[in-house]
């Protein structure tokens, strides 16, 4: 027995190479990536309660567990998107092999807008996230590495100033939106918890949750943009 | 009401390897109180004796339970009537003028055998892999003889209405067997029958489905607003929630 068929034995292995396997794996790794959006946006909001709050906070996240804590979150997150991203992208060639003569005549009974485009909401998504990772978080811009370093709370208001930043922004934010507004609903019915009883509710909190996130992350630049918040 | 005169487009494939084409045939004077299988009987009438060959379809008891009819109409498997299959589908529900798409239930996993007619049997190949149980159960009175709750055994009755027509794997935008599977296993693992093989049964049959190349289910639903039994999506949740419990039950043994 080599080591590689051991492996595909096993039963993580097993598990991730099944399909509902892969989709609880999508599910839980969306949980938390889910939780991450709502303490990131509370967090965010802590700007508009001004400059000392906000500036606290990003001191409390660099510091918190003598400056660990926020790499144990970093790896702890990255590690869910890497996992969430490969099982969607297995899942989707698998799903476009799946059918291999479209019909001539499609058409869509009840499935969402927001539900058929997952892929490219995620896409897009996984983009900013890489940009915004570089734009705030490991600052190439000179620039506002020399403010952020200083006063996170003026950093943030002097990158939206950028318009091309601020609308790249509002777009993925919006695809943000589209995505949870399926991605939410689809966790209880991957788990297994989601039932005729309970699938109102659960639509309607997918859909609230998606508006709240969007609602608040774009408040920001809006905010800044329209409303010269914070100039 | 008067007859209707239609445009149908329909697929026409000599075989597997054959190119398969969308052929216009008019469908004139047509009785409202005709079935869509009636319908197409009538088309085939009149291209046999123009000398042609006639469309070939799938259709067995023209009642609504065998399902064996499997014709995608305007893009939706068994059309737009909700519950119910294409053969109990009227013409009434038609106008006159109408230009109505027919193509095959359309999947990787269901060869084209000819014209309108696909091989399911992949779905057969799932219920041998696990859709049983091993034990004889008895007769009818036996099962009456057994106490079974009352919302169990309507929720078994309700998956076992399943026909097996494959109308989920093909209205599925991944052309995923989620609905097939999860009533077939739920309508036995809800009864106290099934329920000592249910581990066995949830992974066997899902791994029968991943063999066999059916895509992923997204949680979209087109499975269940289409289905002529109106069988729950209720069951994708049970078999989802099952298996992820078989395999760690199955990892930890």
New interface residues.
């Given amino acids: 027995m080599s080591a590689l068929s051991c492996c595909i034995h096993s039963a993580p292995c097993r598990f991730w190479n099944s399909s509902i396997g892969k989709k609880i794996i999508v599910a839980l790794t969306g949980i938390v990536l889910v939780g991450f959006l709502a303490g990131h946006l509370i967090g965010n909001l802590l700007i508009f309660q001004g400059e000392h709050a906000f500036n606290d906070y990003a001191h409390f996240l660099q510091t918190m567990l003598h400056g660990y804590g926020v790499w144990i979150a970093r790896i702890f997150l990255l590690t869910s998107l890497v996992l969430h991203v490969t099982a969607t992208i297995q899942l989707t060639i698998a799903n476009r092999a799946a059918r291999n003569i479209e019909y001539q005549r499609p058409a869509t009974v009840t499935a969402s807008a927001s539900s058929r485009m997952m892929i490219w909401s995620g896409s897009t998504i996984l983009a900013f996230i890489v940009f915004h990772i570089f734009h705030y978080t490991v600052r190439v811009s000179p620039e506002l590495a020399e403010i952020g370093a200083e006063n996170p709370h003026a950093m943030v208001i002097a990158g939206f100033s950028n318009i091309l930043v601020s609308l790249f922004y509002l777009i993925a934010m919006t695809l943000l939106c589209s995505h949870l507004s399926h991605g939410v609903g689809s966790i209880f019915q991957t788990l297994g918890l989601r039932s005729h009883k309970t699938a109102l509710p659960i639509d309607l909190f997918s859909r609230a949750f998606a508006l709240f996130i969007w609602l608040g992350f774009i408040s920001i630049p809006i905010a800044i943009m329209v409303f010269g918040f914070g100039k | 009401m008067a007859n209707l005169n239609l445009t149908l487009?329909v697929?026409r494939q000599l075989n597997a390897q054959d190119h398969?084409r969308?052929e216009t045939y008019d469908a004139k004077d047509i009785p409202t109180e005709a079935s869509f299988l009636e319908m197409l009987d009538i088309v085939n009438e009149r291209i046999v004796e123009d000398g042609g060959e006639p469309i070939h379809f799938d259709h067995d008891c023209r009642e609504g339970i065998c399902g064996m009819c499997s014709l995608?109409i305007?893009?939706?498997p068994h059309g737009q009537d909700r519950g119910v299959t294409v053969c109990q589908l009227h013409m009434r529900k038609f106008k006159s003028g109408d230009t109505i798409?027919i193509?095959p239930f359309?999947?990787?996993?269901f060869p084209l055998l000819r014209d309108l007619m696909v091989d399911r049997s992949a779905l057969d190949r799932i219920v041998a892999a696990g859709g049983y149980i091993d034990i004889r159960t008895g007769a009818a009175q036996d099962a009456n003889a057994l106490p079974i709750e009352k919302d169990k055994a309507e929720a078994a009755f309700e998956a076992a209405a399943c026909i097996g027509c494959a109308a989920c794997v093909a209205?599925c935008?991944?052309?995923?067997a989620m609905l097939f599977v999860s009533a077939k296993a739920a309508h036995l693992n809800y009864l106290p029958q099934g329920a000592p093989e249910k581990q066995k049964r949830t992974l066997a049959m899902?791994?029968q489905?991943?063999e066999e190349?059916?895509?992923?289910?997204?949680?979209?639903?087109?499975c269940?607003?289409?289905c002529p039994k109106e069988i729950?999506?209720?069951n994708?949740?049970?078999?989802?929630?099952?298996?992820?419990i078989a395999?760690f039950k199955?990892?930890v043994s």
């Fill in positions: 487009k697929w398969g969308i995608t305007d893009g939706v798409w193509e359309r999947s990787k996993v209205a935008k991944n052309s995923s899902v791994r489905m991943d190349g059916f895509g992923n289910c997204t949680n979209q639903y087109e269940e607003a289409v729950s999506a209720d994708i949740a049970k078999l989802n929630r099952d298996y992820a395999s199955e990892a």
